[in-house]
């Protein structure tokens, strides 16, 4: 058992970066014809909903709120995406019952896994130390 306490929120990026990369798949599908835009549109969907359910779940320890936050943004430079401003606000509410712990700091994220996206493809979690 991982004693992370994000171990939800680290379920629901793999699941979240696995979609991704089936939608990239299913562009590139798509655009050479060999697969029909309906599976398409369906993954995108899914996507959005599996991106919604991290953007308003709500992490109960600092750590949490790194890990969801530096996946966010590491989603946002892989697909070279960007949030609405009221996605934004809703991240930073989400986190915002944490900054009474303090600062957030690289060393508090020790130990506990991130899921790693490469060219949209989720690879193998690593400990982020």
Known sequence: ????????LFWR???????VASV??????????AQDCEKLAQ???EEE??????IHWRPATVRDAQVKLIYLVYFLAITKGSFDTATMAKIQETVDHLRQHGGMTRSSLAGCRVPILKNGNCLEERDDR
């Open 1 to 8: 058992m991982n004693d992370c306490p994000g171990e939800n």
């Open 13 to 19: 990026t793999v699941h979240h970066a696995n979609v």
């Open 24 to 33: 990239k798949t299913l562009r590139q599908d798509v655009a050479s014809g």
């Open 43 to 45: 993954a995108v969907a």
């Open 49 to 54: 909903l599996a991106r919604n359910e991290i």
